[in-house]
């Protein structure tokens, strides 16, 4: 039976331990770890703690998740492997309740959800069993997202220095540095960077996306479009690259 969905951004007041962490907590990310399965959870704790990240841990039954609400974590790791949750619904209840990056942790044999996470607000995702390194890079990766989109200045540079699409490796470099995209982010990127400065519509684009004949997403388009901008622009509410055109429309920038 799946735990009920209004209920999982209602109820995190009784579990809110933190794991040990080194340095001073005014300046350590913290992690929301959302896992039932204890030793997996004990694994997440223990791999995070071992980089200083302090964690907030909660699990699903009992109807979890309340008191996370006031904590503003800088990432959620979220296990959708669990046959009785609804993983996508999760996923868009925690989407609808913080910006911070969602990493969904996959279980095989479920890989086809994983556009669908990723349509719902999820930003990356691993399949189980993964290595703690693997886990770890990927902390890596988004909390620097985290960081970069923070940062109260960044130096101007020309735009060829500081957007770089490499089509062949489906990369992007954003001044000097290789970005991480998730599958979903790279089409709509190579999408608007096809025609650069061209601007495409809600309905170009989801069929660019998600192929002709789906059902609408304008939702979800969005929130792929809000996520990108956190990865490409120096300030991403007020963008220099990926530009909202009237009516809706999206067009990129590179020079």
């Given at each position: 039976?799946?735990?009920?969905?209004?209920?999982?951004v209602?109820?995190?007041?009784?579990?809110?331990?933190?794991?040990?962490?080194?340095?001073?907590?005014?300046?350590?990310?913290?992690v929301?770890?959302?896992?039932?399965?204890?030793?997996m959870?004990?694994?997440?704790?223990?791999?995070?703690?071992?980089f200083?990240?302090?964690?907030?841990?909660v699990?699903?039954?009992?109807?979890?998740?309340?008191?996370?609400v006031?904590?503003?974590?800088?990432?959620?790791?979220?296990?959708?492997?669990?046959?009785?949750?609804?993983?996508?619904?999760?996923?868009?209840?925690?989407?609808?309740w913080?910006s911070?990056?969602?990493?969904?942790?996959?279980?095989?044999?479920?890989?086809?959800?994983?556009?669908?996470?990723?349509?719902?607000?999820?930003?990356?995702?691993?399949?189980?069993?993964?290595?703690?390194?693997?886990?770890?890079?990927?902390?890596?990766v988004?909390?620097?997202?985290?960081t970069?989109a923070?940062?109260?200045?960044?130096?101007t540079?020309?735009?060829?220095?500081?957007?770089?699409i490499?089509?062949?490796r489906?990369?992007?470099?954003?001044?000097?540095?290789?970005?991480?995209?998730?599958?979903?982010?790279?089409?709509?990127?190579?999408?608007?960077?096809?025609?650069?400065?061209?601007?495409?519509?809600?309905?170009?684009?989801?069929?660019?996306?998600?192929?002709?004949?789906?059902?609408?997403?304008?939702?979800?388009?969005?929130?792929?479009?809000?996520?990108?901008?956190?990865?490409?622009?120096?300030?991403?509410?007020?963008?220099?690259?990926?530009?909202?055109?009237?009516?809706?429309?999206?067009?990129?920038?590179?020079?």
């Open positions: 039976m799946r735990t009920p969905l209004p209920s999982l209602q109820a995190m007041a009784n579990q809110v331990p933190f794991s040990k962490v080194r340095g001073s907590p005014a300046v350590q990310a913290l929301l770890v959302v896992e039932d399965e204890p030793q959870r004990r694994m997440l704790v223990s791999a995070l703690a071992s200083g990240y302090r964690s907030l841990h699990g699903l039954k009992g109807g979890p998740l309340t008191r996370a006031g904590h503003e974590p800088d990432l959620v790791v979220v296990d959708v492997s669990h046959p009785d949750v609804d993983g996508v619904g999760l996923t868009t209840r925690l989407r609808g913080t911070a990056p969602i990493l969904a942790l996959l279980g095989q044999g479920r890989e086809r959800e994983r556009n669908e996470l990723l349509d719902a607000g999820a930003s990356d995702y691993l399949v189980k069993p993964f290595a703690t390194s693997d886990l770890l890079g990927r902390v890596r988004w909390l620097r997202q985290v970069h923070r940062s109260p200045h960044v130096p540079q020309t735009p060829a220095q500081r957007l770089v490499d089509r062949e489906r990369a992007l470099v954003v001044e000097g540095r290789e970005v991480h995209l998730t599958p979903l982010e790279c089409k709509l990127l190579l999408a608007l960077a096809r025609s650069p400065g061209r601007a495409m519509t809600d309905s170009q684009l989801q069929e660019e996306l998600w192929g002709p004949g789906e059902a609408p997403r304008a939702q979800y388009l969005r929130a792929q479009v809000r996520q990108l901008r956190q990865k490409i622009e120096a300030d991403p509410s007020h963008p220099r690259h990926l530009l909202t055109e009237p009516g809706g429309a999206y067009r990129l920038k590179l020079g």
